[in-house]
């Protein structure tokens, strides 16, 4: 690629902000509003309700009761609690990256000090793969996809297993086109596509962008509305300075946290996407457990509206539809009525062979 006129200042600028940012305190800022407890039921089998928490690490099955609603009592523990990682909802990760030479730097393909763009941020994200495991943190079966946007999105890595997710996933600067360009809403088009076509039961999108400022469009708006709707979570890692998402924001990384998920994250230092990853996405992501109640031992039926409480605070009743009653078989009209007929013909043969041995 060639260099507008006027890059070099850009490029300049650039680097003096990385020296800035690494001068600045290792903190990170979380801007939005982390999700609440949330609580599904299902009935698995006919005595048995699998319960799963959103937004909590598994406790032990003693800080775990479940009640009906308005009747704290009689109240059950689980049977056991199983970990999201031990699950069975494996997670389709699909990471967003500009391809843009802003980002992933060609410092290692020319020595022109005109020319060259340090590529510091690209190695960042490359160092925290290598160093978050997140194959341990999710369950068996869960795949990752790298997906970059420049003039175009590409598929750089179509879908793996997560196992195989490290720096080296990533490739090296002479993999990108060493472009300007970051046309983020192909980027985010094409992620949203990769992570329907996952058929993934939980699906999560992680972007990387910086101020690549565009307008939102229909397409965007219906791939966002499609997601929504599939229940894709998505992150952001920004490297600028926003005050946190809303619909004044007109960075597309804000936008599009804004829109599909619960906030974003804004890094001011090296280590803060580490611990941003690790932490807080992982963190939220593994926030998920399975616990399974035998309903049995409420002798519970049909509609109730049950209450998980969690270290005895109580959280949103769930309705659920448990099985029906099992119908005894003396409950049965005509089975009442023949045995009535029968008791009262032993009845009447009985008073008859008395009334005989008494002549």
């Not at 086109?177 to 809403?185: E, H, I, R, S, V």
Request: net charge neutral.
């Amino acid at each position: 690629w060639t260099r507008p006129r006027g890059l070099r200042t850009i490029a300049v600028m650039r680097n003096l902000l990385g020296v800035l940012v690494l001068a600045a305190a290792v903190t990170t800022a979380y801007a939005g509003t982390r999700p609440a407890i949330h609580v599904e039921m299902r009935v698995a089998r006919p005595s048995e309700l699998e319960v799963t928490v959103d937004g909590a690490t598994p406790p032990t099955v003693d800080r775990l009761t479940l009640h009906r609603a308005a009747h704290p009592q009689p109240a059950i523990h689980p049977t056991r609690i199983v970990p999201y990682a031990d699950g069975t909802e494996p997670l389709a990760l699909a990471i967003l990256y500009p391809s843009s030479a802003l980002f992933i730097g060609n410092d290692e393909l020319t020595t022109d000090e005109n020319e060259r763009l340090d590529g510091w941020l690209f190695e960042i994200v490359k160092q925290t793969f290598d160093l978050v495991h997140v194959a341990t943190r999710v369950p068996p079966g869960s795949r990752f996809a790298l997906i970059t946007y420049g003039t175009r999105a590409k598929i750089h890595v179509p879908w793996s297993p997560i196992a195989q997710l490290t720096g080296t996933s990533f490739g090296s600067q002479r993999d990108y086109p060493g472009t300007l360009d970051a046309d983020f809403n192909a980027g985010l088009v094409a992620a949203l596509d990769e992570l329907e076509r996952s058929g993934a039961p939980r699906q999560v999108l992680l972007s990387f962008a910086g101020d690549d400022f565009l307008e939102t469009t229909a397409e965007v708006d219906a791939a966002v509305a499609k997601a929504k709707q599939r229940g894709v979570v998505s992150y952001s890692i920004v490297r600028e300075n926003v005050a946190g998402p809303g619909p004044g924001h007109q960075s597309p990384a804000t936008r599009g946290i804004y829109v599909l998920s619960r906030g974003a994250w804004i890094t001011i230092s090296r280590d803060g996407v580490r611990e941003i990853v690790e932490k807080d996405v992982l963190g939220e992501i593994g926030g998920r457990y399975y616990a399974s109640f035998d309903v049995g031992a409420l002798h519970l039926h049909g509609p109730q509206d049950l209450v998980l409480a969690i270290d005895g605070t109580d959280t949103a009743p769930v309705p659920v539809q448990l099985a029906a009653a099992p119908r005894r078989w003396w409950s049965s009209r005509p089975l009442q009525i023949g045995v009535g007929v029968l008791l009262v013909g032993l009845l009447a043969l009985a008073l008859r062979l008395r009334a005989r041995r008494a002549r």
